[in-house]
């Protein structure tokens, strides 16, 4: 039996040490916004936050996650006030939106560390696929939670 912590809360799990967050997460918690994609860690749907990192965790045995910080898209503020969730409505980010929980915490993990990313810099740390292919939008909502985090900020 390990405990994870997940969106502030501790939760008991009894699972084999090879099983892949994900599947922590959606099947034993019940926490199904983060998406399953590919299950090689390629795509990125499935990225959540491990103290503060955008983690693919299809790809990350659950066992590795024991007494670290896990955020899932679930862990954001319900009432959308986030900058990258503010963002992703003005700028109307999602096409089917299957890719976006994993879009969205790659984007808050970037900007908590870098809030004024370059155009470069978004480029390199954001590898997350989108099916509908609306990275032109991806990169404007981006642009615009550095915008919101700035005002915030200043």
Known sequence: MQTLKINGVQHQIDVED????L???RDVVGLTGTKFGCGIGECGACTVHINGAAVRSCSFPAIAA???EITT????PQNGEHPVQKAWLAEQVPQCGYCQPGQIMATSALL???PQPSADEIE?????LCRCGTYDRVRRGI???????KEKGA
């Open 73 to 76: 898209i679930e862990g954001l």
């Open 18 to 21: 090879d099983m892949p967050l």
């Open 112 to 114: 908590a560390n870098n």
């Open 124 to 128: 390199a740390n954001i590898t997350n």
């Open 143 to 149: 642009q615009h939670a550095s915008e919101l985090i």
């Open 66 to 68: 024991v007494g670290a």
């Open 23 to 25: 599947w922590v997460l």
